[in-house]
């Protein structure tokens, strides 16, 4: 037996061989009880212990526990005899039961045919009469399926009839409603073109105003800033205007005068010059165009120089303000490292000197604490020793009184009783 083995115990036994008879469970107990005292056995020896003494109780539990072994494999033999004859006779039983079952059922199967043929005869028999009232009743719904039939055609066309006429109802009443949705149609279009005749005035009024508020501020910017440039954006936004508005009253009065002169051809010449005044006029509408644009786009430049100046001066103070800030803050954090390199110099001397005592105390535990661990192993093994020495005595008595029982049971039997060793009586501790 090795240390550190796992061995059965006593109440796993009793668990795994609920099966078995009591004589050998009680042996299976003793035996799970020997490998559990050899276990122990095995284990460290106290101290000043006899090794000797030792070895001759492992001997004998040694030799108890093969006794316990044999004992086992003979009850088991014995076992296995009684329950094959069991077995046989319940086979034989079985057997003169099933064969009484087999002649039972075969006159029970012929009584089962007798019935079926006497139930079959007496079935045709009644399909027969049923099948004589069913051909009566069916020549009977024919009947009256021929005139419902006939009913349902009438119906049908008078059906047909109906819904012609309302299909011809349904007609005359969606060419109406078309005719209806029509008129709606053209009255919601006239209100719609007025609706929109409203919006382009109001637009063009809104484009008037707009106008008079640019140069309205036009003049403010002539009064405020005195540039000559903006003075001929000026004239050339009134002349542009001025030419908008002689290009379209010429433009009106030449489709009045075409309109009311005969119609007649324009010579090559006249076209031409037509040509090139509409090209002049579109060259100078563009130039005004694009100067009033570029205009704009001064405007804007400007007014978005202002700001970015704005924003550059208000970013220079708030930098010189962090600046300064941050100058503070480091000042500040040079103040308290310095405080914290003396504080902290403090505090590692004092915990240096609070370690160095941890330590003597740490050490002088451990040592106390190795002298308290070693004097309670020795004191579970010297108890563990007795323990076992006990045990062992009392299972080697129970195994004697077992063997003793079934000699006394078996007397009448010839068998080679195995006597136990003289060390198996004596177990005295130390």
Not at 26 to 48: N, R
Not at 222 to 236: S, T, W
Not at 398 to 425: G, H, S, Y
Request: glycine share 4%; proline share 1%; net charge positive.
């Amino acid at each position: 037996m090795l240390d550190g083995e796992t061995l059965p115990s006593v109440g796993q036994s009793q668990v795994g061989n609920a099966g078995l008879s009591p004589e050998q469970r009680k042996y299976h107990v003793i035996s799970a009880q020997l490998e559990s005292i050899m276990g122990e056995a095995c284990k460290e020896p106290p101290s000043g212990a006899n090794f000797v003494s030792i070895k001759r109780r492992i001997t004998a539990l040694q030799y108890a526990l093969e006794e316990a072994e044999r004992r086992i494999c003979e009850k088991q033999r014995l076992d296995d005899i009684s329950r094959k004859r069991k077995v046989l006779d319940v086979y034989l039983r079985r057997a003169k039961k099933d064969e009484e079952r087999r002649d039972v059922l075969e006159k029970d199967v012929g009584r089962r045919k007798q019935l079926v043929s006497e139930m079959q005869e007496e079935k045709r028999f009644y399909y027969n009469q049923k099948n004589k009232e069913v051909g009566g009743r069916i020549e009977k719904y024919r009947n009256s399926i021929l005139d419902a039939q006939a009913a349902v055609i009438e119906r049908a066309e008078a059906e047909g009839e109906k819904r012609d006429r309302i299909i011809s109802r349904l007609q005359e009443e969606r060419a109406r409603t078309a005719y209806e949705h029509k008129e709606k149609s053209l009255k919601r279009m006239e209100r719609c073109r007025e609706v929109l005749n409203r919006r382009k005035q109001k637009e063009e009024e809104m484009r008037r105003e707009k106008q008079a508020a640019f140069i309205s501020h036009m003049r403010k910017l002539e009064q405020d800033e005195g540039v000559d440039a903006i003075l001929n954006k000026r004239k050339d936004i009134h002349s542009f205007l001025a030419r908008r508005r002689n290009s379209g009253r010429a433009g009106n009065d030449d489709g009045f005068m075409e309109a009311a002169a005969p119609s007649r051809y324009k010579t090559h010449e006249t076209l031409l010059r037509e040509l090139k005044e509409k090209e002049e006029q579109h060259k100078a509408r563009y130039e005004a165009e694009q100067a009033f644009r570029q205009y704009e786009i001064q405007l804007r430049a400007h007014a978005r120089q202002k700001r970015i100046e704005r924003q550059r001066q208000n970013y220079r103070a708030q930098l010189e303000k962090r600046i300064q800030r941050n100058d503070e803050i480091i000042e500040m954090a040079r103040e308290k490292k310095k405080r914290g390199e003396l504080v902290k110099g403090a505090r590692e001397a004092r915990e240096q000197e609070n370690l160095n005592e941890i330590t003597r105390d740490i050490e002088q535990h451990r040592n106390r604490a190795e002298k308290m661990a070693y004097r309670r192993h020795q004191d579970a093994l010297e108890k563990n020793y007795y323990r076992w020495n006990g045990r062992a005595q009392r299972v080697i008595l129970q195994l004697q009184d077992a063997i003793r029982a079934d000699k006394d049971k078996n007397c009448a039997m010839d068998q080679n009783e195995v006597f136990m060793p003289t060390a198996l009586c004596s177990f005295d501790n130390l």
